[in-house]
C-alpha cells in the first residue's frame, strides 16, 4: 500500500512540476496571459465538478445488489417519468454547462490584447530556425534589428506585429500571453503585457521542421529606465576591438564569408541571411536558446553549426584554430 502511495505521490509531483516554472500558461506574470489563466482554471473547475456529480450518481448503482433485469417493454408508468427526467436534466445541464464555457470564452478572449496608440512596437520574424527581432520606431534611422531575445518594460503594453518568413510558426510566451501564429505573407498582432521584471521563455508551438524544438527565445522585461538605456545602447553601432585578439577577430570575419551572411552596424558586414550580430556578446544565448552565450560556446557553433543544429542555414566555415579563437573573441565582445 505504502509503494503504490509513494507511486502515486512521484506521478502526482512529476505533473505538476509542468505546472510551474519559467514556461508555463498556470504561472501567468502578465494581464493576458492572467485572464487565461483564469479561463483555464474555471473550465477544469467545472469539469471537475461534473465529474465528482456522475461518479455520485453512479456510485449508488454500482453499489447496489443486482436485481432481476427488468423487461425494458414492461416499465411502469413512475420509472419512465423518472428515466426521462434523469435525462432531460443531463441534456439540459450540458446546454447550461456548454453555453457558459462559450460566453466566459468569448468575453475573456475579447478583453485580449486592449491597447492605445502610443505602445511600443517590435516586428518578430519566425525563420527556420530562429528569430528576427526587429524595433520598429516612427524615425527609421532608430530603428535597429537583434534576435532571440524581446526586451519589453514592465507595466506597459508591446505590440507584436508577427510574420512567418517560410514556413508557418507560432509564437507563445506562456507566461505573458497566448499563442499567435505566424504566415509568411500575413501580419498577425500579438500584445504583450509583462506586470513584473523577470525572464519569460518562449517557444515556437507550430511545427516547422526538424529542429523546431530547437527554436526557443527569451522575452526580458525591465523597468523603464533599463529598458531605456538597452535602447540607446542596441542603437549604437557595433563597439571596437578592445584588443589585438578582437582586432584579428573582425578582420578575419570581415575577410570570410561571416560579413555575406550577417549585420555588424559600424563595420562593411551587411548579410541579412542571418542573425544581425551587432550586439551578439550582450544575449544571453546563441543558436535560438540551443547555447549559453560564453567564448566556448560561440567557437564550437562556428566551427560546426551543423552538428549541433543539424539543417540549419549557416554553413560550415573552413577555420584554423587562431581564427576561430580570434573570431569568436570578438563577437562575445560585440555587447
Known amino acids: 500500500m505504502r509503494r503504490v502511495q509513494r507511486a502515486v505521490a512521484l506521478a ?12 508555463s500558461a498556470l504561472d501567468p506574470h502578465g494581464t493576458d496571459a492572467a485572464r487565461l489563466a483564469g479561463l483555464m482554471w474555471f473550465v477544469m473547475a467545472t469539469c471537475a465538478a461534473v465529474w465528482v456529480l456522475v461518479v455520485l450518481t453512479l456510485a449508488p448503482a454500482l453499489w447496489r445488489r443486482r436485481a432481476p433485469r427488468p423487461d425494458p417493454l414492461a416499465l411502469d408508468a413512475p420509472r419512465e417519468r423518472r428515466m426521462r427526467a434523469v435525462i432531460a436534466g443531463a441534456v439540459g445541464a450540458t446546454v447550461v454547462v456548454i453555453s457558459v464555457f462559450t460566453l ?31 524595433y520598429l520606431d516612427r524615425d527609421p534611422a532608430r530603428a535597429f534589428k537583434t534576435a532571440n531575445e524581446i526586451h519589453v518594460p514592465v507595466g506597459r503594453p508591446v505590440r507584436l506585429r508577427l510574420e512567418g518568413d517560410d514556413v508557418i510558426h507560432s509564437f507563445w510566451v506562456p507566461s505573458l500571453a497566448g499563442k499567435q501564429d505566424m ?24 511545427f516547422c521542421g ?66 544581425d550580430l551587432t550586439h551578439v ?36 566555415v573552413p577555420l584554423d584554430a587562431d581564427a576561430l579563437r580570434d573570431i569568436s573573441a570578438y563577437l562575445v565582445g560585440l555587447e
Open 12 to 23: 502526482l509531483a512529476v505533473g505538476l512540476a509542468g505546472c510551474s516554472g519559467w514556461q
Open 104 to 134: 466566459t470564452s468569448f468575453v475573456t478572449t475579447r478583453g485580449l490584447g486592449v491597447t492605445g496608440s502610443d505602445e511600443p512596437t517590435i516586428r518578430v520574424r519566425g525563420r527556420q530556425w530562429w528569430w528576427e527581432v526587429e
Open 183 to 206: 504566415i509568411p505573407g500575413r501580419t498577425n498582432e500579438l500584445v504583450i503585457r509583462a506586470e513584473r521584471p523577470g525572464l519569460y521563455r518562449g517557444q515556437c508551438a507550430e
Open 210 to 275: 526538424i529542429q523546431h524544438a530547437h527554436m526557443a527565445f527569451l522575452v526580458v522585461a525591465e523597468d523603464e529606465v533599463a529598458y531605456a538605456r538597452w535602447l540607446e545602447i542596441q542603437r549604437s553601432d557595433a563597439a571596437p576591438p578592445s584588443g589585438p585578439e578582437q582586432e584579428a577577430g573582425r578582420a578575419a570575419f570581415l575577410s570570410r564569408q561571416c560579413a555575406a551572411c550577417h549585420t555588424v552596424r559600424g563595420t562593411p558586414a551587411a548579410g541579412t541571411t542571418g542573425p
Open 281 to 316: 556578446g550582450s544575449r544571453r544565448t546563441i543558436g535560438a536558446g540551443l547555447l549559453d552565450t560564453t567564448r566556448g560556446a560561440m567557437a564550437a557553433w562556428i566551427a560546426d553549426p551543423q552538428t549541433l543544429k543539424p539543417g540549419n542555414n549557416m554553413p560550415l
